[in-house]
């Protein structure tokens, strides 16, 4: 009896954690996307052809490409900084956000032009400039967002992506049977984009000066020059199989496997992604604290192994059974690359923790030079895999996440359980 009270008392004690209770809150949001998303995928399935969903791909990474520089590391400063120095920093976050998003909106209209030329079609040129719409509405709540988030209110977080993915599916299927083609994939995320913008502005009562400064901007450059470089390799590695295919394997091609990672990958990546929002100011909160911070660390990872590995091992096996009922007989081509992508997701979120973990301790420039490394290492075992056909690209995606990801999250571990160890 003594053991069942024990047990319970740490189960109540796990529960009771602002971690996991942030971690529900936004799988709770995961959840909903994941059933409009699945949906939405099934009607684009048999509604769009494959020439339908090559298109929408390139316009997709072609918005990827621009939008990383939204996630310019201004946002994670606000998080990480001490209390003391947070008012100023976010008057010139936010002045900087409206110049850096203002940007983004001609950049990504000028750059439509090149990109059709590039893959000889000027269909996606519209839809490229159409997209570049959401930076010229963003701004309004990034301050608000990133404060809320450093908040650990991320109920709150979860509730702005919630509404705004699921309608934007919602509006997909609608369009979809209008019969708009790519468009109903690229106009519900122009529409959508207020709903975002809302949620946060009326859940955070930080609101702006009138006053223009800049003041400190070198102190959030330094920290996000390291974060943009993060997350552009991360978009460049997320986006360079579709490149590579696109170019090499035709449109055609690019569509079976874009439609292959999505159904595959993105049911394991939506948790992936609930776990990161949680982790960073999660450990950021105990970055003062080296044997508290360790506690966190390694309980994070034991979270993301029970979460990650029943649920892609669940889906990759399921895979022949469901693609065909859900989705159709046309997609039976893209089982086996379904399922090698969906493998690929094990080692990544572990090597998402060891990431932010880097941040919360200000040492963002050592996480940039291993995803250099990576990226480099990655675009090799693509090109080398592109031999093969999109089975082959499949197969690269696969083999360098588990040769590599790995081997980063145990050098991390050991870094942070040695810096406990000096500070004792």
């Known amino acids: 009896m003594s053991a069942i009270r024990n047990l319970i008392d740490k189960l109540k004690q796990k529960l009771a954690s602002r971690f996991l209770r942030n971690l529900g809150w936004l799988g709770l949001s995961e959840l909903f996307i994941r059933i409009s998303r699945l949906a939405a995928t099934i009607v684009l399935a048999r509604l769009l052809s494959k020439y339908d969903y090559g298109l929408a791909a ?35 976050a936010y002045c900087l956000n409206w110049i850096i998003c203002g940007a983004l909106f001609i950049t990504q209209c000028l750059i439509s032009i ?25 701004p309004i709540s990034l301050v608000q967002a990133s404060l809320t988030q450093r908040e650990n209110r991320l109920h709150v977080t979860a509730l702005a992506n919630g509404l705004q993915i699921s309608i934007d599916n919602v509006l997909t299927i609608i369009l979809a049977f209008c019969g708009l083609g790519m468009w109903a994939i690229v106009l519900p995320k122009v529409i959508v984009a207020p ?21 400190n901007w070198q102190e959030i450059t330094r920290f996000g020059r390291s974060v943009l470089g ?35 990958l993105g049911i394991s990546m939506s948790a992936i992604n609930a776990v990161d929002s949680a982790l960073f100011p999660h450990l950021c909160a105990a970055r003062s604290d080296p044997a508290q911070f360790k506690e966190r660390y390694f309980s994070s990872l034991k979270t993301i192994a029970w979460i990650v590995f029943p649920l892609v091992i669940l889906q990759s096996s399921l895979a022949p059974i469901y693609v065909p009922i859900i989705f159709g007989q046309k997609w039976l081509a893209a089982i086996p690359i379904l399922i090698l992508i969906c ?7 572990f090597a998402n923790a060891a990431s932010r973990a880097l941040w919360a301790l200000d040492k963002p420039d050592w ?37 590599a990801l790995p081997l980063y999250t145990i050098w991390v571990s050991r870094y942070i359980q040695n810096q406990v160890q000096k500070a004792n």
């Open 230 to 264: 993060v997350k552009l390799m991360n978009t460049l590695r997320s986006n360079l199989d579709y490149l590579i295919a696109g170019k090499f394997l035709g449109v055609e091609a690019l569509g079976i496997y874009y439609f292959a990672f999505n159904a595959g």
């Open 367 to 403: 996480d940039l030079r291993w995803n250099l490394f990576f990226t480099n290492f990655f675009a090799i075992a693509l090109l080398i895999g592109v031999h093969w056909q999109i089975l082959g690209i499949a197969a690269a995606v696969l083999i360098s996440h588990w040769v």
């Open 343 to 349: 493998l690929s997701a094990i080692p990544r979120p």
């Open 195 to 215: 709903i975002w913008v809302i949620v946060h502005y009326f859940n955070n009562p930080w609101r702006p000066s009138k006053e223009f400064t800049l003041v």
């Open 114 to 138: 090149p990109v059709a030329w590039f893959y000889q079609d000027t269909q996606i040129i519209l839809p490229i400039c159409v997209m570049a719409l959401v930076y010229l509405i963003i």
């Open 58 to 92: 390139l316009v997709l990474t072609t918005n990827e490409f621009i939008n990383v520089f939204t996630q310019n590391g201004i946002w994670d400063k606000l998080i990480q900084s001490d209390q003391g120095e947070l008012k100023q920093l976010s008057q010139t």
